[in-house]
């Protein structure tokens, strides 16, 4: 098993243009998730999906948009990327909540 | 809401025994995770507690008291690789296995 997989490790963007953040899980978890991390913070949750076709806000979903069209795959997409949204982006997915298994993060610089 | 506090730095001495504590706030209680994240690295999951008391993972061991809203961490004969750093977490109150992060603990370990 891959576990959970993200593309790409690192990424430059000028501000003002969009991307994809690839994530697949192969473990056929329901739940999945996306977190920022900041220097010196903790995880901050952007989006989550409980199942494929139901995705809801977190605490930071500003500027980021979301699809679950299958089990495996959960995308996370910048509209028109800021400065502010220079950080660590982490997939997650779960079977049960409190043991989340995380992709190895993708570190995005918008300039 | 949810908060938790922990300390943002904890040193200590090779083979020694270290504790990072956790104290927290949150409307719904569901249990405390506790992850380790090297630098650079994905955080992984370390022990969860959904009741009082002590969980034992080999040389880590988890705390909790519900009645204090308080857990701990606790990491026995320390080695060098355990140096990272460390995060406790709760489930939120959305029914959904969203884990709201605490801002984490930075242990360095010393010869």
């Known amino acids: 098993n891959a576990g959970v997989t993200q593309t790409p490790k690192f990424q430059v963007l000028k501000t003002g243009q969009s991307m994809t953040l690839q994530c697949a899980q192969d473990?056929?978890?329901?739940?999945m998730s996306w977190y920022r991390q900041d220097p010196g913070m903790g995880l901050r949750l952007i989006h989550y999906?409980?199942?494929?076709?139901?995705?809801d806000q977190g605490e930071v979903p500003n500027g980021y948009n979301v699809s679950r069209s299958t089990t495996e795959d959960f995308p996370l997409r910048l509209l028109s990327a800021a400065p502010s949204q220079t950080s660590v982006y982490f997939c997650?997915?779960?079977?049960?909540?409190?043991?989340?298994?995380f992709g190895p993060g993708t570190r995005l610089t918008v300039t | 809401g949810q908060s938790l506090e922990q300390p943002s730095e904890v040193t200590a001495v090779e083979g020694a025994i270290v504790q990072i504590n956790c104290t927290y706030q949150t409307s719904g209680f569901y249990g405390l995770s506790w992850y380790q994240q090297h630098d650079g690295g994905a955080p992984t999951f370390l022990s969860y507690n959904a009741l009082d008391g002590l969980e034992e993972t080999g040389r880590f061991s988890s705390f909790l008291s519900r009645s204090d809203s308080y857990g701990y961490l606790l990491l026995q004969e320390l080695q060098m690789k355990d140096s990272a750093s460390y995060f406790c977490a709760v489930r939120d109150s959305t029914g959904a296995n969203n884990l709201f992060f605490g801002t984490g603990t930075r242990l360095t370990v010393i010869p």
């Open positions: 997650a997915s779960s079977e049960t909540g409190f043991e989340q298994y």
């Open positions: 999906s409980v199942g494929a076709g139901i995705t």
């Open positions: 473990m056929n978890h329901e739940y």
